[in-house]
């Protein structure tokens, strides 16, 4: 299956909301480079957690050998991964 | 050569954790000994910078404290020679973490007694927090700041030294240290609420230095991962295994932790070091190819449960590397227990998809007990129990609960550490396997975690008599983290976690609050928290 980067956000941040509430966020105020780890959304573990729903929405896997660790934990590059790879790998 | 010139090799001080450190300086002065956010420290340049602190240490320093210095340093330049400087300066070191709330570094500081402590850029604006309560003037290096003068003006009261007012190295005036002597005070969960600091001496470490180095075969030429944080005693194992034969540490970031792949295979790594945690992530994201990391030579686990699956993948993933788990509260200095993991043998040896803990470090004494501390039959379960050189000696002042965990039983001369561990006592020569825990004791990423502790805290925020942590969800190695309940309807569960992020390390911060009318209790009145994981199991994850 394809999917849209912004598909990816959707799920992303719909999964997250009770976190972002927390921090009087709403959806439309996360910017791309938002850092779900360093701005406590979710921990490490948490991360895991998210790719293994959004994998299992979208019926995908994902490899993330080639996105930088730097940006795993950002929104807008790490729905873009997951996007890219949906077209390459799961096809 | 300076400062190099005034400890030649035989006078070094040997009987100190640092000896080899000091020894390796001699012999590879021009060899790196730490990577650490692009920075390369030579032996040369980290001795160099660590005599400076320690002679300001010395010279300044407040009299009538123990002898401990504070480490406030994460990740850093400065981390690294404030390690140094504090067991130069014939102190211990206390490590301290500006990942932890603010309040709880506070009250570690202030349970150490610590009457200087040494800081990084980046731990620096948390100082304030930090000192608001300090009873006692102390003596603060900040060796990343040039001007200090507004710092000073705003404490009084201590003393704050900055780059520029710190003595030359050659000021540094070399003391000796007892076998005795704390190397290091690590505070660990208590289950009371209030962290307890474990005294690690000398003599605990160099007797793990001296068995691993010999085990391993390290040489200069070694690069060791740190992917532990100096609050969790394994990253002590990097730094004086690595240091005592001239080998290099390379510390990656906090996010790098999350796939190291590329740092293991840019940084060259020879000896892997990490929480089985970091493996299973790594299997997750896609980073366990076979044949991934050529360089590997050793690869160690330790902290928390390895799972077969991971050790299988590692192995395929790190094909020169031997991997080996192993095991050990900081009770017993870092590790006490190893097992190598061999395919096509150890999956038999392993227990319910676990690797064995295996067999004691030379010199180290295993004994299996049943509640009364009297030894059960082999092939049952019962509580670890060791004894040998490295028990550490107590907790820091804290006589009563030291007579609770180091004790000598029954029919034994010598002290054994209870770990709270249970295991499956060996048949023959067979490895020790791991069972479970005793108490309300959780691993999340080998962080030690107190479920008392964190339920205390939880009684206290939330102004409520019942409150119930439990590990959630269920790893293999441990749990993700925790979720909690609390007996009540008024209550606003995200003020609560706010307070409770202020008191806790973020590992240990249930990730959220269930509110409950009432709780599920087992046949004995107690909390039924297998009825409290059920319930977890039917919620959405997030």
Known sequence: ?91 | MGTAARLSRANAPRQGIHGGFLHSAERYAHRPAVEVRGTILTYDELRSRAMSLAASLQRATPSGGPPLTAVFAYRSATAYSGVLAALLSGHGYVPLNRTFPPDRTRTMLERSGCRSLIVDGESEPQLEAVLQLAKEPLLILLPERADTRSLRSRWSRHTILGASDLEPAGKFEEKPVLPDSIAYLLFTSGSTGIPKGVMVAHRNVAHLVSFMTARYGISEHDRFSQTFDMTFDLSAFDMFVAWERGACVCCPSEKTLLNPAKFIQDAKLTVWFSVPSVGVFMKRLGALKAGRFPTLRWSLFCGEPLPAEIAESWSSAAPKSVVENLYGPTELTIACCLYRWQEGKSEAECLRGVVPVGYPFAGMDVLVVDEELREVPPGEDGELLMAGPQVALGYWQDPERTATAFVVPPGRNQTYYRTGDRVRRPKETAPMCYVGRLDHQIKIQGHRVELGEVESLLRQEAGVEVAVAVGWPITPSGAGGIEAFVLGNQLEPRAILERLKRKLPAYAVPRRIHLLSELPLNPNGKIDRGQLAKLLADLPQF
């Open chain 1, 1 to 91: 299956m394809v999917v849209s980067a912004e598909d990816i956000r959707s799920l992303v941040l719909e999964k997250l909301q009770p976190s972002l509430d927390a921090k009087g966020l709403s959806a439309e105020d996360v910017p791309d480079n938002f850092d779900l780890l360093t701005e406590g959304v979710i921990d490490s573990m948490g991360i895991l957690q998210l790719i293994v729903e959004v994998e299992a929405r979208f019926g995908i896997t994902t490899d993330f050998e080639e996105l930088d660790p730097e940006n795993l934990t950002i929104i807008g590059p790490f729905c873009r991964h997951i996007a890219k790879k949906s077209l390459t790998v799961n096809r």
